[in-house]
Antibody, heavy 121, light 107 residues
Framework: QITLKESGPTLVKPTQTLTLTCTFS??????????VGWIRQPPGKALEWLAL???????RYSPSLKSRLTITKDTSKNQVVLTMTNMDPVDTATYYC?????????????WGQGTLVTVSS | EIVMTQSPATLSVSPGERATLSCRAS??????LAWYQQKPGQAPRLLIY???TRATGIPARFSGSGSGTEFTLTISSLQSEDFAVYYC?????????FGPGTKVDIK
């Protein structure tokens, strides 16, 4: 059974750096073809993909946010960490991590419950 | 970046009726398209990938079709649990992009 859970601060101040951790079980991020992605959703708005890390440590980022994002993995801890610098109120959103299991395609078949991050002074 | 659009924004349907949702890509994404369902307060759930393949555990009343730039999600007979927001996502090109969603509500 695959599960993922996001953790991190619920409130950050403008200009601060956000660090979110995705802790997962039921799969290994050292298995060929597997990846973990981050997707966010501002209140009442659509989904926005942020970043993805593959089993081989290949990383992909949203071009519009690339300068602010870093994604890393700790395979031994079954964790993926996303950092986003210079937070702004427009970054207020629910942040999801999700599992990519299909070796050839990039869609997300298991999702965490999401964590709401509010950016406010 | 490939821009995904969805229509209509809101679809009002009676239980038992058929619902047809559309997704369009600004350029061809081949069959590299997924559909997700999201209910209030919940994470999205994968319904369809490869434009037409149902994900594990998804009922047969959900079907997907299309290729290139035009895609359709059909719910053959709406059940009460199907009232939700539906998003399409292309994965043919980086960055991954989602559509704005179609809300299916009760008529």
């Amino acid at each position: 059974q695959i599960t993922l859970k996001e953790s991190g601060p619920t409130l950050v101040k403008p200009t601060q750096t956000l660090t979110l951790t995705c802790t997962f079980s039921g799969f290994s991020l050292s298995t060929s073809g597997v990846g973990v992605g981050w997707i966010r959703q501002p209140p009442g708005k659509a989904l926005e993909w942020l970043a993805l890390i593959y089993w081989d440590d290949d990383k992909r980022y949203s071009p519009s946010l690339k300068s602010r994002l870093t994604i890393t993995k700790d395979t031994s801890k079954n964790q993926v960490v996303l950092t986003m610098t210079n937070m702004d109120p427009v970054d207020t959103a629910t942040y999801y991590c999700a599992h990519k299991g299909n070796p050839w395609e990039v869609h997300f078949d298991y999702w965490g419950q999401g964590t709401l991050v509010t950016v406010s002074s | 970046e490939i821009v995904m659009t969805q229509s209509p924004a809101t679809l009002s349907v009676s239980p038992g009726e058929r619902a047809t949702l559309s997704c369009r890509a600004s350029q061809s994404v081949s069959s590299n398209l997924a559909w997700y369902q999201q209910k209030p307060g919940q994470a999205p759930r994968l319904l369809i990938y490869g434009a037409s393949t149902r994900a594990t555990g998804i009922p047969a009343r959900f079907s997907g079709s299309g290729s290139g730039t035009e895609f359709t999600l059909t719910i053959s007979s709406l059940q009460s649990e199907d009232f939700a927001v539906y998003y399409c996502q292309q994965y043919n090109n980086w960055p991954l992009t989602f559509g704005p969603g179609t809300k299916v509500d009760i008529k």
